[in-house]
């Protein structure tokens, strides 16, 4: 299948939330329809979206009619359930595919992949009891974060090991649930490499961008990120690299530390990512345009950057800033029209347009 | 009332074509909700708003309700029926105002309001019969340009007379409704200024834009203009003026003719203008945005243009040339989500975008 979807089309996008958001506004300006699959009540994306399914990812009927009115099936996060993929894809292509979910559902799963690519990760081992917590400690060292295989995000899902006197609480911390030992790397900075592939095998990157995180969320992507030309070719080439491997179609978020011995790969998650939201002020295509095109079979666009960029996230309280974030000059405010501001709650973004300068 | 209207409220839009569209989608960027009404079958802004009417604008019942719905009243277009306004005044407020509604949608009080306010226009005459036909000539002289005072837009409702000997089928043309002779301007070429006023009073103006038409229809807007200096302070003091005296609120197209004289003002349009599309891609704050934030009250944004944009539409057999665009560098295409390509039909456009050279 290489001819694009024709105008007109209706992309069914599972998750209602930011992501799925400004997939669909930038669906929109490609002539497209979404229709948004999502359980909870009142999803952000359902606002600029032409149809909205609420409904659970267990409800076979609400899947097959959804599926049915659709003409391909993307996704704004990773842990969609297996079941309801396997009832999905008997109606209409997925992209990006199931071996792209797989591997990033689960953190061994998605370092194994990449170590087998040749790529470096952070020194890891496999959690599921008290013995393997004890092989782990060894193999990894402290300090050393574990986290859940499966399920984490913004920081949910760890524990930290400072020494190995922390383990059996890190431990108990997992519930039971199978983790993964992450031993620290030693790095300057934190990158990150929106890449997209389309249906045809092209590949394209966006300049990469330097990511800051606190409480394990991130804050700010600055564009252009520090790095190296011969860095930024690297980060370029493996993130192509993984993609290719898989086979793979849509726009794909590739974290990597700087460090003085090469580009590690932090992890990688199979969809647009926040610190690719730069990029609607920064390019005359953004990572959310990419995405659609990649999954509809258009060419993809040029990511080139015409503006410097520093992107913030608004989280939780953050919003208290709007009134001021109103008034700033060279400032685009992105709000995601969630009703209820949480603390931790990422709430919309503000990306401050400069001129370029390399 | 100056209190913003809250986030998560609903902007009601009368009119769901490509105008609609682009307000809908600026709106979600604040966290805005918008609900369409619009008489036609599956419009384009339909596809991004949280809820669409469809109705006619003589459905009492239909306006009631979706008043009832909506938190703050605007439109796309300035046709609207005085009756449908009636009804809808009774429940919300409507902005822009009804007098800049009255102004716009006649010729005659349109011109009679610039030359009111210092302003040069064209020069023109009445006509709503043979007898005012022949003192217009007189008065104007030819060649020039029998237009219908009212529901007139992308040339259509225009006769052109050459010499006197056209007027009589001119007349014809009008099929009796009330017009104005317009007689021609020796300009150098059009620009516009699209200039927003908020609820409190702020007023701010884009870059202006030079436009270029054929067979009355847009075709491109290069920003910047070629203006002088002092042409463009003329040109922004002009347009606030006019938004001023209106009590306006929301953004205004104003198109003037560029004169060794000084400028000509051409017509205003009391809504976002095509015109204003490069600013989707030029500036932190698009008009569409610049429109939402004057009707719900909240600040206006930093409309300076952080790059040079030539916007171009297309029109009809156009898109066949999507396919080239959509690997063009430097462009951003913007499709509007119409079904049926017709000759003559705005089918979408494309901002290129260059560095800023001044």
């Given at each position: 299948m290489t001819d694009p979807l024709p105008l007109g089309s209706t992309i069914g996008i599972l998750?209602?939330?930011?992501?799925?958001?400004?997939?669909?506004?930038?669906?929109?300006?490609?002539?497209?329809?979404?229709h948004i699959f999502e359980p909870g009540a009142n999803p952000p994306a359902g606002h600029v979206a032409d149809a909205l399914t609420t409904a659970a990812y267990d409800d076979t009927a609400a899947l097959t009619a959804f599926a049915e009115q659709v003409d391909v099936i993307t996704y704004e996060f990773e842990n969609?359930?297996?079941?309801?993929?396997?009832?999905?894809?008997?109606?209409?292509?997925?992209?990006?595919n199931r071996e792209a979910l797989r591997i990033s559902q689960d953190r061994l799963t998605e370092k194994t992949f990449l170590q087998g690519l040749g790529l470096s990760t952070a020194p890891f081992a496999n959690v599921e009891n008290a013995q393997d917590m004890d092989a782990a400690v060894n193999a990894v060292g402290t300090p050393a974060i574990l986290k859940t295989r499966?399920?984490?995000?913004?920081?949910?899902?760890?524990?930290?090991?400072?020494?190995?006197?922390?383990?059996a609480a890190a431990l108990a911390d997992m519930a039971g649930a199978p983790a993964l030992l992450e031993g620290f790397v030693s790095f300057s900075h934190e990158v990150s490499v929106i890449a997209a592939r389309n249906l045809q095998g092209e590949v394209a990157c966006f300049d990469?961008?330097?990511?800051?995180?606190?409480?394990?969320?991130?804050?700010?992507?600055?564009?252009?990120?520090?790095?190296?030309?011969?860095?930024?070719?690297?980060?370029?080439?493996?993130?192509?690299?993984?993609?290719?491997?898989?086979?793979?179609?849509?726009?794909?978020?590739?974290?990597?530390f700087v460090t003085t011995s090469g580009l590690i790969?932090?992890?990688?998650?199979?969809?647009?990512?926040?610190?690719?939201?730069?990029?609607?002020?920064?390019?005359?295509?953004?990572?959310?345009?990419?995405?659609?095109?990649?999954?509809?079979?258009?060419?993809?666009?040029?990511?080139?950057?015409?503006?410097?960029?520093?992107?913030?996230?608004?989280?939780?309280?953050?919003m208290d800033r709007v009134p001021d974030l109103l008034r700033a000059p060279e400032t685009a405010l992105h709000l995601y029209g969630k009703t209820e501001t949480k603390s931790g709650r990422k709430m919309g973004h503000v990306n401050v347009i400069k001129a370029r300068t390399e």
């Open positions: 998750g209602g939330g930011q992501l799925g958001r400004m997939l669909s506004v930038a669906a929109s300006r490609l002539g497209y329809r979404t969609i359930p297996t079941t309801a993929l396997d009832i999905l894809e008997t109606h209409r292509q997925i992209h990006p499966r399920f984490g995000y913004d920081g949910k899902g760890q524990a930290r090991l400072n020494t190995t006197d922390d383990a990469p961008g330097e990511n800051v995180h606190s409480d394990g969320i991130l804050r700010t992507t600055t564009v252009p990120a520090r790095l190296t030309a011969s860095q930024r070719m690297d980060a370029v080439l493996l993130a192509a690299r993984i993609l290719n491997e898989l086979d793979y179609v849509g726009v794909m978020g590739v974290e990597l790969v932090n992890e990688i998650a199979p969809r647009v990512h926040n610190s690719g939201h730069w990029t609607q002020n920064g390019c005359a295509v953004d990572q959310f345009e990419q995405h659609i095109r990649a999954v509809t079979g258009l060419p993809l666009g040029d990511g080139q950057r015409h503006s410097d960029v520093v992107m913030e996230n608004l989280i939780g309280e953050d």
